[in-house]
C-alpha cells in the first residue's frame, strides 16, 4: 500500500497534534477501524471463493451458483467499536460466511 502525502499535509497534521495530542489516539482508532474492515471483508470474499470452487471469471459447466455482490454492514468488536464489513452473498443465498460468528448480530 502507497501512501502519499504532500509536506503542508503532514505540517497541518503535526499542528493539529501539538495544539490536541488527544487527536492521535481518534486519528489510530478510525485507521485500525478501516483496517479491520477491509480485513474481514476480504476474509469473507475468500471464503465465499471457496464455497463457490473458482476463482473470480472462473466459469463452470451446468447450472452452478455465482457471486452476487454484497451488502455493507456494521459489526462491533470488543475494543475496537462499530466496524464496517462487505458481507459476500452468492446468487441462490446458499454462502453463510463462518468468519464472522452467525449467532453475531449486525448493526444497521
Not at 10 to 39: C, L
Not at 57 to 82: C, M, W
Request: charged fraction near 30%; aromatic fraction near 10%.
Amino acid at each position: 500500500m502507497k501512501v502519499e502525502i504532500s509536506v503542508p499535509e503532514v505540517m497541518s497534521i503535526f499542528k493539529e497534534i501539538q495544539q490536541k495530542p488527544e487527536n492521535i489516539f481518534e486519528m489510530i482508532r478510525v485507521e485500525v477501524k478501516e483496517s479491520v474492515g477491509q480485513y474481514l471483508s476480504k476474509l469473507m470474499d475468500l471464503e465465499r471463493t471457496e464455497f463457490l470452487g473458482r476463482q473470480w471469471y472462473e466459469h463452470a459447466l451446468g447450472d452452478v451458483n455465482h457471486r452476487n455482490g454484497s451488502y455493507s454492514r456494521n459489526f462491533t468488536l470488543k475494543g475496537i467499536g462499530a466496524v464496517k464489513v462487505e458481507v459476500p452473498r452468492d446468487r441462490k443465498g446458499e454462502f453463510e460466511t463462518r468468519v464472522i460468528p452467525l449467532s453475531t448480530v449486525f448493526l444497521k
